[in-house]
């Protein structure tokens, strides 16, 4: 075996934390539901639903019972796309910015009211650091 370090090859490329922090700029990683596959799955649920009450409820017309099931299931299936639609809305929120500056591995520098400096996991319990 060689006596070379093994990562000296690596360091060359390696940008420095000062270059890291000039370019290097805060994300915010979206999660967006797939709205398409929301909806179509809240839209087979109300038709499967709507079509089982149609089957299952009197029936007083002389269309038969499959059509009128066929349209209930329309009917619920519409209700069913809007109320999933309402709520992959609701999901698909943009979260905000994270509150602290820095990296994520980087502990927040935080003053208290004493004016000391506090940091770490322990803030909320009045711990200083």
């Given at each position: 075996?060689?006596d ?8 060359s ?16 990683v ?9 909806i179509?799955?809240?839209?087979a649920i ?21 059509v ?5 299931a329309?009917?619920?299936?519409i209700?069913?796309?809007?109320v999933?639609s ?12 994270p509150?602290q500056?820095g990296?994520p ?8 009211a004493q004016?000391?400096q506090?940091?770490?996991?322990d ?7």
């Amino acid at each position: 075996m060689s006596d070379a370090p093994l990562h000296e090859a690596a360091d060359s490329d390696t940008p420095t934390m000062d270059e890291l922090d000039r370019v290097a700029f805060d994300a915010v990683v979206r999660n967006a539901p797939r709205f398409g596959r929301f909806i179509g799955t809240g839209a087979a649920i109300g038709g499967v639903a709507g079509f089982a009450i149609g089957l299952v409820l009197p029936n007083s017309t002389s269309l038969g019972r499959g059509v009128v099931a066929l349209l209930v299931a329309a009917g619920f299936a519409i209700i069913g796309a809007i109320v999933a639609s309402a709520l992959v809305v609701g999901v698909d929120r943009t979260p905000r910015a994270p509150a602290q500056s820095g990296f994520p591995w980087e502990r927040p520098d935080v003053t208290d009211a004493q004016g000391r400096q506090s940091v770490g996991p322990d803030d909320a319990k009045g711990d200083t650091a």
